[in-house]
């Protein structure tokens, strides 16, 4: 097991810890015991490695293992499509579109085949668009629509976005 000092930033491995006792002037125990960092004696907490850049994280930092920063970095429109795909019974890409690409109207409850076609067809649309400006300048645009991609992943739903949005990549890397 990996800690991370939540003063200095230091790491260690278990069994590294600074351990000593304060006895508050008692001349017998029983004493308190204590734990810290090695380098500092500062408090301490367990940390896992992300799976894809390895940096070390806490546990409510990572997202099935992933980071944030390396779960942003994965989304591009791809990746966006197959997500929405994969959770086509939340309507998810029919959300997006209506929201970010039709000004903000609502996606009806339950939408059908053919409406979801359309959203569909608008969402590439957009993306060819964007794509398509792209090769004839010859550089990135400023991506406001990749950026809302990534929001409605990463930030819309929060946490729990996150997570849904990890396991669905642990999921696809497996295959």
Known sequence: MMYRCENCGHLFEEGEQAVWEERHGLDTPPYEKFSGCPLCRGGYEEVHQCKECVEWHTEDELYSGWCEKCLRETIN??????????????????IFVMSELLGGMDCPKH??????????????????????????????????????CIRFIMDDDGSIGRENYADWLNKREVK
Do not use: I, P
Request: proline residues 0%; charged residues 30%; contains cysteine.
């Open 77 to 94: 429109y791809d990746t966006f499509f197959e997500y929405c795909e994969a959770n086509k019974d939340e309507q998810y890409l029919d």
């Open 111 to 148: 939408s059908s085949f053919e409406f979801h076609s359309l959203m569909v067809q608008v969402y590439k649309g957009q993306v060819k668009s964007v794509t398509d400006w792209e090769k004839m300048m010859g550089r990135k645009s400023v991506d406001d629509f990749l950026d809302a």
